[in-house]
């Protein structure tokens, strides 16, 4: 069968620039053991209204999609603007006199702060220019109206003034500010002097300036930055006005740490005065403006600017409400004040493949009810959808006598204002936490991170699989536990997992699946310039590929050993610099793609077939499906992914692992893991919640979730069997739908009926686990530079290398 990358699910484009997670700094109440373990009546906590806003449909026909651009929220109302599209009736194309307007619909849902829809807003022809909102001094609506002309000197523009039930009080009309440029209006403010100001939205070439007119519409002036681009709405605190801004040309993130500055506004003198480092901002686009200042969201919860100190201070942690933690993927928070605070979160329905959208309004609660629960500590990076949405239910249950509290590293880390080398960072202060007992009660995804492997950082998950409360092995793959052992004791228990190595025309490559370095050197040999082996690839990358299985041959934290100045390590390197691509530019991978807009084909990805398009990336997908491209390395972490990429292979595709000296075959990949912290009081109780996690419904559940492998046989042979039903019913669609599917130019594969016996084989084969050291693999990174670039020698590279890493792994 065939391999590609994994086949993640897949939200529309427009929700996925509409709201990103904010990362912001935060002084914060981490999930740490030492925390106050039974919650008081006097704990903070924030009662939680969820509200769906419903986009109005005509039930009467068969909806086909539904798109939700700029969402704007005011004081007292939301605006939703959509558009929606509706399935044409079969044979319509042939009827002339069909009305297809009444199969798509225009115009902006209007709620209030309950979810309830109080008018639908038509849109019946296009309007001209943009539009946007406010509240004015004395509590009316107001809507910036523009008004067409040809002649951008003649266009007229106005602020109209509406009362409660929509009556028309007063037109404004503003002095023309926009003669010499494109019109642009993301925001309107009106001051408590009467003045009235204006925002655009930045363009690529530069700033909107900040248009400010006084209560009677004349311009008063233009207010810009020449080297500041402007990433916030104005906020107001103590008396002053100010703006959230960054460097001209770097918010669109591209690996370098972004600069973000509160610079206050003279509104007097129509001038920005320099500003101070926002520390720890680095995303605006879940910033929002209150009435008392500036505030931002994360998965951990909701923070806000101090001017004083320029820190954000966390003033809702996600644990101290009941929100479902897996709307928190996409929101935007719009704080009223410290105790009101209202959000607006988009979610994919995974059934229709529609997005919909919540209102959340969060309000301080004057007792926790929660008070004389104990609290269980889990702190993660990455924390899966999976878990919260154990979490949330756990938490619910009120024969439960614990709650849940979690805590995301890895956005703690980006909260803390680093944004380099975050991952790297983030390992080692978890690690020092641990050391000085100021951890979580379990760990989450640290799996395969050796430094944590030893019985003063984690508890031998052993002992109580085998104890008392333990699990039955032969309920589980116990294979993939071993795989992740270190010295015989487990360390943390892979709830999920994945498989990595490379997909293989074995037609062509007659290789075992534990093949070795050699065996590689023999089929290249063989095969010449007849096929493509694999695609262009840095040696850096393959490197970290080829050492991901091998890294723990090499060093040992428990003996503070290093061994990386050895015949083995040299063997990787010669063969790395054998097959790598040194000096050209390596293009980027596409290997599947997936249907947007038709729930038919259930995120069930294709293969692009057809001629390679003119692009900056390679296609490995099609490239393989034509028999072109031999090899590709894969990881497998769902059934689907598994068919996809031994499908495509217009022969006998067949999974195998990386090779290596000793043919350690294919590896797995943990996926969600959880260990539990040696020095944590409450061990059994954590065990408790890891084995819950274990059980078959809930793996069923992960596996949908997560688009996992569960550990557990009984949920992974239910998923194998609604995976190959699911298949069988996309490739019926397909074959249904092929004549208009051919526009994409791709193809589907019909389900092999023993694909889930052949994975089910390959997973019992398995015997090692992927390791990571991010501290080491930037050391190895480094130093082979030179040897790759042809300046030094592998002994050299070798050398420093273990100098360096001795070190590190003394001090662990």
């Not at 040696?678 to 419904?697: C, G, Q, R, T």
């Not at 949908?704 to 039903?725: C, F, H, N």
């Not at 996309?730 to 130019?745: A, I, M, P, R, T």
């Not at 420093?800 to 001090?811: G, P």
Request: charged fraction near 25%.
């Amino acid at each position: 069968m065939k391999n590609s990358h994994t086949a993640r699910k897949a939200l529309a484009a427009v929700l996925c620039l509409s709201m990103l997670p904010a990362f912001t700094a935060c002084k914060k109440n981490s999930s740490k053991k030492n925390a106050a373990r039974e919650i008081k009546e006097s704990d903070p906590f924030f009662d939680c209204e969820i509200y769906q806003l419903k986009v109005p449909l005509d039930e009467s026909k068969e909806l086909l999609w539904v798109q939700v651009t700029d969402i704007e929220y005011s004081e007292t109302e939301i605006k939703m603007p959509y558009y929606i599209n509706y399935e044409i009736p079969e044979g319509a194309m042939l009827d002339l006199d069909f009305d297809f307007s009444e199969y798509s619909s225009t115009g902006t849902a209007v709620f209030d702060l309950k979810g309830n829809l109080i008018r639908d807003e038509k849109q019946e022809e296009a309007s001209f220019g943009p539009e946007c909102f406010a509240i004015d001094n004395e509590g009316n609506k107001a809507r910036f109206s523009a008004s067409f002309n040809i002649e951008p000197d003649e266009c007229e523009y106005s602020i109209i003034f509406t009362n409660d039930n929509g009556e028309t009080i007063k037109e404004l009309p503003l002095e023309n500010a926009w003669k010499d440029r494109e019109l642009s209006v993301r925001s309107m403010k009106f001051l408590p002097d009467g003045k009235i100001v204006i925002m655009g939205y930045a363009t690529l070439y530069g700033n909107a300036p900040i248009e400010v007119f006084d209560a009677n519409g004349k311009h008063l002036s233009s207010i810009n930055s020449m080297d500041r681009s402007f990433s916030s709405d104005i906020f107001q605190q103590d008396g002053k006005y100010y703006i959230l801004t960054t460097e001209m040309e770097t918010e669109y993130y591209d690996g370098m740490t972004l600069k973000y500055e509160v610079n206050e506004i003279d509104f007097n003198t129509g001038t920005i005065k320099p500003g101070i480092k926002a520390n720890g901002i680095t995303f605006s686009e879940s910033v929002a403006v209150a009435d008392d200042g500036l505030y931002s969201t994360s998965m951990n919860g909701v923070s806000k600017f101090d001017i004083k100190t320029g820190e954000m201070k966390e003033i809702l942690s996600w644990n101290q409400t009941d929100v479902d933690h897996n709307l928190l993927n996409m929101i935007k928070s719009y704080p009223k004040n410290e105790n009101e605070i209202h959000a607006i979160a988009t979610v994919m329905n995974e059934a229709t493949i529609i997005p919909e959208h919540y209102l959340i309004n969060l309000t301080r609660a004057e007792k926790n009810p929660h008070a004389g629960k104990q609290v269980l500590y889990v702190g993660g990076q990455g924390i899966s959808p999976s878990f919260y949405d154990f979490m949330y239910k756990y938490n619910a249950d009120p024969e439960k006598d614990y709650r849940i509290e979690t805590v995301d590293y890895y956005y703690s880390e980006l909260e803390s204002g680093n944004t380099d080398n975050v991952s790297a960072a983030m390992t080692n202060k978890v690690f020092l936490d641990l050391l000085g007992g100021e951890g979580p009660d379990i760990l989450m995804n640290f799996a395969g991170t050796d430094q944590f492997a030893n019985e003063e950082i984690l508890v031998d998950l052993n002992t109580y699989i085998d104890g008392k409360n333990g699990l039955d092995r032969s309920e589980y793959f116990d294979n993939i536990f071993r795989a992740i052992e270190k010295d015989g004791k487990l360390f943390s228990i892979p709830t999920s997992f994945g498989l990595e190595g490379y997909i293989i025309d074995a037609d062509v490559i007659h290789a075992e699946r534990n093949w070795t370095f050699d065996d590689l050197d023999r089929e290249a040999q063989a095969i010449g310039d007849s096929k493509q082996l694999f695609l262009k690839t840095s040696p850096q990358d393959l490197l970290k590929m080829y050492m991901a299985p091998n890294l723990t041959d090499y060093m040992d934290y428990a003996k503070k050993e290093v061994h990386f100045n050895s015949e083995g390590m040299i063997h990787i390197l010669e063969e790395v610099k054998k097959y790598a691509c040194m000096d050209e530019k390596i293009p980027s991978v596409q290997v599947i793609r997936s249907i947007p807009g038709d729930n038919a084909f259930e995120y069930v990805p294709y293969i692009a077939g057809g001629e390679q398009y003119e692009s900056d990336s390679v296609d490995a997908g099609q490239l393989l499906y034509g028999g072109a491209l031999v090899m590709h390395h894969v990881n497998i972490n769902s059934f689907v992914d598994y068919h996809v990429f031994t499908s495509v292979i217009p022969g006998d595709g067949k999974l195998v692992g990386y090779p290596s000296t000793d043919g350690k075959g294919v590896v797995m990949a943990p996926g969600l893991s959880l260990s539990i912290v040696a020095n944590s009081e409450y061990k059994d109780e954590s065990w408790e919640v890891i084995k819950a996690f274990l059980e078959e419904e809930v793996q069923i559940k992960m596996a949908q979730t997560d688009s996992v492998l569960p550990i557990r046989r009984s949920a992974y042979e239910t998923i194998g069997k609604e995976t190959q039903e699911k298949i069988n019913r996309v490739y019926e669609h397909y074959l249904e739908s092929k004549e208009g599917f051919d526009y994409y130019g791709g193809a589907y594969f019909p389900c092999d009926p023993d694909f889930v016996d052949e994975l089910t084989e390959i997973v019992e084969s398995v015997r090692f686990s992927n390791h990571h050291d991010e501290a080491l693999m930037n050391i190895l990174l480094e130093e082979t530079a030179g040897y790759f670039a042809g300046s030094r020698s592998a002994e050299d590279v070798l050398k420093n290398v273990d100098n360096r890493a001795k070190q590190i792994v003394q001090e662990h």
